[in-house]
């Protein structure tokens, strides 16, 4: 079964920085991408970024270039969003995301909330 669990949201003030995880299991965590989407209040779900494991290439939204960075550990199947200078625009529920198999079906996890205080 895949899974995907977020943690290491919380609150923190502006300006300052939180790490997210991603922990990934059911899969060949090698062989596909993760993504981490975000949803503020009364918003859609929007894309933050990306990193492909095959070859590590990276994608990030542009309101986020420059503040935050994803990476992974393949060896703890976990990809990682590391988020500096937060702003209070920032503040949604976190989601990871990973699209499986020819036809690229979804998988999300359950999200974890990030508010950033001005």
């Known amino acids: 079964e895949v899974q995907l669990v977020e943690s290491g949201g919380g609150l923190v003030q502006a300006g300052g920085s939180l790490r997210l995880s991603c922990a990934a299991s059911?899969?060949?965590?090698?062989?596909?991408?993760i993504g981490w989407f975000r949803q503020a209040p009364g918003k859609e779900r929007e894309g933050v970024s990306c990193?492909?494991?095959?070859?590590?290439?990276?994608l990030y939204e542009d309101s986020v270039k420059g503040r935050f960075t994803i990476s992974s550990d393949n060896a703890k199947n976990t990809v990682y969003l590391q988020m500096n200078s937060l702003k209070p625009e920032d503040t949604a529920v976190y989601y990871c995301?990973?699209?499986?198999?020819?036809?690229?079906?979804?998988?999300w996890g359950k999200g974890t909330l990030v508010t950033v205080s001005s």
């Open positions: 059911g899969y060949s965590f090698d062989d596909y991408a």
């Open positions: 995301n990973t699209k499986i198999g020819g036809f690229g079906r979804d998988y």
């Open positions: 990193i492909k494991m095959s070859d590590g290439s990276t």
